[in-house]
């Protein structure tokens, strides 16, 4: 492995996911929505630069982002810049030229070019442009040309990422990414900011190119991430997620998705104190012949749907009125301690947080070398006593369905369940003395089961992945028809892309009164009082 240092005044301490940047004073607010592409990715990675190590630039990419800077950032100095579409870049140069070392050419006819300008970028602390952009601001602010990337005449990606690993040693040794080439904004900043390698191959390519040295996007990907150490963690996104998870799994580096993740510069850098846990609301029994069922909302793992898509499920008025179990990152408390604040105190006593998959970033625990659990175990513990968390969602995958080959993906397989028993215990037993009450796992099951491990501890494999309102009913009602156990209990995994508060609403009105609904934490309770 690379000895390769990280950015001066990064917080890295206390076996941190991702570091702390130090805590912004004041902020100059630019608004990115209407600029251009090419613009929006110049102002992007230029931001960056600024921000390292203190924050200074907020970027509007989104309306999520207006929400978040007036509902917690409202305390904090700011100046709400004025400046729309491409005049950005100008002003944010007469501001800001003495942290700009010069320009990164990209060639806008070849998108990957930008990943591997985003990472000289960072090393050389320049912005990226195009051959365009550059005789202009060439001429305006004297920036020189620190490299480019329009004269490389690439063939393809394969060719130009095994160009990149040349760059690797004078990148950050605790962070790798991938990023779609065609993101301008999201994550691309903090890439900059903390001078992370970053990628975008396809998993799924096993066939060697001749004109490559024999080498597939799949062989260059696993050389990439096997210059890193375990519990490296990575960023972004893949092109096929159970191949992508599987590569990073089998090299003990855990995901955080984050490739539409914005501003992590600033909200890694706001500290923010979460309220005391509350009392779990508690269900009574309702008689042996009771059918339970309770309602998880799937992706908490996934950092940037914590911070936009999670926001506008959490804002569905029907929030509140039946119960719902969460799933949230363990990891928000270390990106946006701020965000994590926000959700753990504007929820009802009908909102139930879930560790999501699978504790300290995601990982397919059958592929995860053994030797290495010991150490993710320890940070997903850590990171559930943070955030005052007791329920874990697990996904897993074996060999065949994370093997990204057609068909053979499709095979068999667990419905991305934990089924080994002894990776169960090492979960339980690693995670018991954290606080842990129970473990929820699978995704697209259409019969549930259940175990209480070490008599205590329930592991529950879940019942769908449920898209819609008629498809959750199905899923509850077969399965009640199908085991005539009871009292019997059905925890339903929701989609949230799909699915939120009111159409959880729905499914429980079109159940009726035959089924009681409770939280998934109440659902565990019950199920271990009536095996014990």
């Given at each position: 492995?690379?000895?390769?240092?990280?950015?001066?005044?990064?917080?890295?301490?206390?076996?941190?996911?991702?570091?702390?940047?130090?805590?912004?004073?004041?902020?100059?607010?630019?608004?990115?929505?209407?600029?251009?592409?090419?613009?929006?990715?110049?102002?992007?990675?230029?931001?960056?630069?600024?921000?390292?190590?203190?924050?200074?630039?907020?970027?509007?990419?989104?309306?999520?982002?207006?929400?978040?800077?007036?509902?917690?950032?409202?305390?904090?100095?700011?100046?709400?810049?004025?400046?729309?579409?491409?005049?950005?870049?100008?002003?944010?140069?007469?501001?800001?030229?003495?942290?700009?070392?010069?320009?990164?050419?990209?060639?806008?006819?070849?998108?990957?070019?930008?990943?591997?300008?985003?990472?000289?970028?960072?090393?050389?602390?320049?912005?990226?442009?195009?051959?365009?952009?550059?005789?202009?601001?060439?001429?305006?602010?004297?920036?020189?040309?620190?490299?480019?990337?329009?004269?490389?005449?690439?063939?393809?990606?394969?060719?130009?990422?095994?160009?990149?690993?040349?760059?690797?040693?004078?990148?950050?040794?605790?962070?790798?990414?991938?990023?779609?080439?065609?993101?301008?904004?999201?994550?691309?900043?903090?890439?900059?900011?903390?001078?992370?390698?970053?990628?975008?191959?396809?998993?799924?390519?096993?066939?060697?190119?001749?004109?490559?040295?024999?080498?597939?996007?799949?062989?260059?990907?696993?050389?990439?991430?096997?210059?890193?150490?375990?519990?490296?963690?990575?960023?972004?996104?893949?092109?096929?997620?159970?191949?992508?998870?599987?590569?990073?799994?089998?090299?003990?580096?855990?995901?955080?998705?984050?490739?539409?993740?914005?501003?992590?510069?600033?909200?890694?850098?706001?500290?923010?104190?979460?309220?005391?846990?509350?009392?779990?609301?508690?269900?009574?029994?309702?008689?042996?012949?009771?059918?339970?069922?309770?309602?998880?909302?799937?992706?908490?793992?996934?950092?940037?749907?914590?911070?936009?898509?999670?926001?506008?499920?959490?804002?569905?008025?029907?929030?509140?009125?039946?119960?719902?179990?969460?799933?949230?990152?363990?990891?928000?408390?270390?990106?946006?301690?701020?965000?994590?604040?926000?959700?753990?105190?504007?929820?009802?006593?009908?909102?139930?947080?879930?560790?999501?998959?699978?504790?300290?970033?995601?990982?397919?625990?059958s592929r995860w070398p053994a030797e290495h659990l010991p150490d993710f175990l320890q940070r997903t513990g850590?990171?559930?006593?943070?955030?005052?968390?007791?329920?874990?969602?697990?996904?897993?995958?074996?060999?065949?369905?994370?093997?990204?080959?057609?068909?053979?993906?499709?095979?068999?397989?667990?419905?991305?369940?934990?089924?080994?028993?002894?990776?169960?215990?090492?979960?339980?037993?690693?995670?018991?003395?954290?606080?842990?009450?129970?473990?929820?796992?699978?995704?697209?099951?259409?019969?549930?089961?259940?175990?209480?491990?070490?008599?205590?501890?329930?592991?529950?494999?879940?019942?769908?992945?449920?898209?819609?309102?008629?498809?959750?009913?199905?899923?509850?009602?077969?399965?009640?028809?199908?085991?005539?156990?009871?009292?019997?209990?059905?925890?339903?995994?929701?989609?949230?892309?799909?699915?939120?508060?009111?159409?959880?609403?729905?499914?429980?009105?079109?159940?009726?009164?035959?089924?009681?609904?409770?939280?998934?934490?109440?659902?565990?309770?019950?199920?271990?009082?009536?095996?014990?």
């Open positions: 492995m690379a000895n390769r240092t990280e950015v001066g005044g990064l917080d890295w301490s206390g076996n941190r996911l991702l570091p702390a940047f130090q805590t912004p004073e004041h902020l100059d607010v630019y608004d990115i929505r209407s600029a251009s592409h090419e613009v929006q990715l110049s102002v992007t990675t230029m931001a960056g630069l600024i921000n390292r190590p203190k924050p200074q630039v907020y970027l509007l990419s989104g309306d999520d982002d207006d929400f978040w800077l007036t509902e917690l950032l409202a305390s904090l100095p700011k100046d709400i810049h004025p400046d729309s579409g491409d005049s950005l870049l100008q002003s944010l140069l007469n501001s800001y030229r003495g942290s700009i070392q010069g320009i990164v050419i990209y060639d806008p006819t070849f998108t990957d070019s930008i990943n591997i300008a985003t990472i000289l970028a960072g090393q050389r602390e320049g912005f990226l442009v195009t051959p365009g952009q550059a005789q202009g601001l060439q001429a305006m602010f004297q920036l020189p040309v620190l490299a480019d990337l329009s004269t490389q005449h690439w063939s393809n990606r394969l060719q130009a990422y095994r160009w990149a690993q040349q760059l690797l040693n004078n990148c950050s040794g605790r962070l790798v990414a991938g990023l779609n080439p065609e993101t301008a904004t999201g994550l691309r900043s903090f890439l900059v900011a903390t001078r992370t390698f970053v990628y975008y191959l396809d998993s799924r390519d096993f066939l060697p190119d001749l004109a490559n040295n024999f080498k597939s996007e799949r062989c260059v990907m696993r050389e990439i991430l096997n210059t890193f150490s375990a519990g490296t963690v990575h960023l972004g996104w893949f092109i096929d997620e159970p191949s992508g998870v599987g590569l990073t799994s089998k090299a003990a580096i855990p995901v955080l998705a984050t490739d539409l993740a914005t501003n992590l510069e600033v909200w890694t850098g706001i500290q923010a104190s979460l309220p005391s846990k509350s009392s779990p609301v508690q269900s009574s029994p309702g008689g042996s012949s009771q059918v339970y069922v309770s309602f998880t909302i799937s992706d908490g793992d996934n950092l940037q749907y914590n911070q936009h898509h999670l926001l506008r499920l959490w804002r569905d008025p029907a929030r509140g009125s039946v119960p719902i179990g969460w799933t949230i990152s363990p990891a928000l408390i270390q990106a946006a301690p701020a965000l994590a604040a926000y959700y753990m105190r504007t929820a009802t006593p009908d909102d139930e947080f879930i560790a999501g998959p699978s504790g300290a970033g995601y990982m397919f625990p850590e990171l559930l006593k943070a955030m005052n968390l007791s329920l874990l969602e697990v996904l897993d995958s074996g060999l065949l369905q994370s093997s990204g080959i057609p068909l053979i993906s499709l095979i068999g397989g667990s419905r991305m369940a934990l089924t080994d028993q002894a990776l169960q215990e090492r979960f339980v037993q690693a995670l018991s003395p954290f606080g842990l009450d129970g473990i929820f796992s699978g995704a697209g099951s259409s019969t549930p089961g259940w175990s209480l491990l070490n008599n205590t501890v329930p592991v529950y494999q879940n019942l769908g992945l449920a898209g819609s309102v008629s498809g959750a009913i199905e899923l509850i009602k077969n399965a009640a028809s199908a085991n005539q156990q009871r009292p019997l209990f059905l925890n339903v995994y929701l989609l949230a892309w799909n699915m939120g508060p009111s159409d959880v609403k729905q499914v429980v009105q079109q159940l009726g009164s035959d089924y009681q609904v409770v939280t998934p934490g109440a659902l565990l309770a019950l199920l271990a009082q009536a095996k014990s």
